[in-house]
């Protein structure tokens, strides 16, 4: 899985903010990610194959803790792009 870290700054609550990119490979039918950071609730930019995938149980996917589910199977070699901040 790739990652990167674009960079931090303060948060309002007195935290650090960090931005991550995942870029996590698909297989065939894959439906679920596990990301390495928990995203800050509603933070999230998902994107497949350079489009946007919305959030919702009646849209693209779910997300809870550091897990995304897709609503359907992916893909092979799918592009999925997850921008997220964290609070550390």
Known sequence: MGYSNIGSGSGGGGGVVFYNQEFPPATLGQTVFTLSGTPTINSQLVMV??????????????????????????????????????NI
């Open 49 to 86: 194959n350079g489009l946007p995938a919305y959030p919702g149980i009646s849209n693209d996917y779910t997300i809870s803790s550091n897990m995304i589910t897709f609503n359907y199977g992916l893909e092979l070699n799918d592009e999925v792009m997850v921008g997220y901040s964290q």
